[in-house]
């Protein structure tokens, strides 16, 4: 008969998968509009022209590694069985919603390790319920991919740590391959790792774990080293030249530490606006999280012994389980550091994610040490940590991950702290802008993503912001360059949101003053979703030739 603490993981885990597909079962165009971004469809353009033989690319030709490639890799097949933009976002969805509940038994048996039952069931609740599980799970990209192989990283370290062998030391290398994979980032987490092995010992073992991470991660590196020059993502170096504010400026940190001051609830509007409308505060607050995550690590790491209250037929050689997860706050630190000064700001929310499942392990780990304590203190303390929790916790049924029965997304107003955030909600808006361009158009557009993914047959969709198309990315600061590129592609038609065709415009201006916009179409705001413009290119008349004819310019009219 599995023990009490077994019996609760498993009912946690079944709730909390239970909540993700209550919602997953909702009508496309209210889960679009509370979760997705337009960077989900990108990935799903992208794998469905792997699936049909084209490589990695958005408009059928030019090759990108903008993209994490493990969540693209997994849904080419689901192009090979179904066309439908609509069935393929389901499908991606229902993906993110197995793996994100299987997290939940993963996060449990690492709490177990570190503080025993009570700290299992702690951790397996805090994350079914999180709004920040739900809706990174929902929100269609890596996000929760990347935490589900992070955390299980995590916990094949320590069970390989149990017992060396090659074999478990070469899972260990491989996870690690997929979480690099599942998202770049998650190299700082391996770094860690291999550091405290280093520090700790054995070192013999890592390396089958370093061949086998190799072997799996060779293929991608070698080939967009060839194509690209460097390994990594081409989106990050566009998009960080992209970024709205300076680099560890008072406002982006003030925005990162904002953007995780809910924990795994999620973030406390009251308090991401009073850290952005007051900057010196909101650093402070930043660096302080920072400390407090890379105190627990020292903690954490120099933890030699496993306590009683774990199961005393567990036994850990090597650095053991505590070493091993001082990797987790370490990492959530770096997290904060980086994209303090990676400065993209509306992403935050999805790229600190990772420190809401870091807070979790925290938080079990606190509890389950407070459960097994026999001191006085222990009563008033698990009162005390009931009443901590409470607030968050009512605060997490009033989120949007939560509520099954809101139909109309309203406007996110200007000012709000959602306004900080990525956009959501393309696919109503752009699946109607991309009726207007006929077909054999060629269309432009900074935010692609949702227009390539909706486009007709026989449209194009040329990226223009460079994040999924390198020949772009170059001329973010030379306006005269992207014009001559737009000619070069003879794009025709711009669909975005307004603001980004006035841009456009200027620098096809800049070209030839003759170069008219004309706007042939526009839709309204849609939920949280920018209002978009449709607008057509008037290029002028080809320049007359010697014998009067207009000449060979290879522009389009």
Known sequence: MPSPAVLAVAGLTLAGLGLRVAVLLRPLEVVDRLFIPDDTYYTLTIARSMAHGHGPTVDGSTLTSGFQPLLGFLLTPVFWITNSADAGLRADLALLVVVDAATILVLAWVAYRLAGRVAAVAAAGLWALSPVGVSMSLGGLETSLAIFCEVSLVALWIWANDRHTALRWAVVGAVAGLTVLARTDGLLLIALLVAIQLWRGPRRPLLPATIAGAVVLAPWWVWCTLTFGTPLPTSGSAAHQLLPFKSFSAITMSLAAGAVSGGPFQPWDWLRLRLIGHTTVGSLVFWLFVVVLLAVAALWVRRRRQHSVVDPSVTLSGPGAWAVAASLPAFAAGLLVFYAWFGVTFYFTRYLAPVALVAVVIVAAVVGRVASSAARWRPPALVGLAALLAVPVVGAGQADAHDLTVRAVPQVPLGSAHFYD????????????????????????????????????????????????????????????????????????????????????????????????????????????????????????????????????????
Do not use: C
């Open 422 to 557: 990525a956009a959501t909600g393309y696919r109503q808006v752009t699946s109607q802008a991309m009726l207007v361009p006929p077909p054999g158009s060629v269309v432009g557009g900074w935010n692609s993503g949702a227009i390539s993914y909706f486009a007709g047959k026989g449209v194009t969709v040329v990226n223009l912001d460079g994040v999924v198309n390198p020949a772009t990315a170059a001329l973010h600061n030379d306006g005269p360059g992207l014009a001559r590129y737009i000619q070069r592609r003879h794009i025709t038609f711009l669909v975005d949101e307004s603001l980004a065709i006035k841009g456009v415009r200027a620098r096809l201006q800049q070209l030839d003053p003759r170069v008219t916009t004309r706007t042939v179409a526009s839709f309204p705001a849609v939920g949280a979703s920018p209002p978009y413009d449709v607008a057509e290119i008037v290029w002028p008349p080809p320049p007359a030739g010697p014998a009067g004819r207009p000449a060979d310019t290879g522009q389009r009219r």
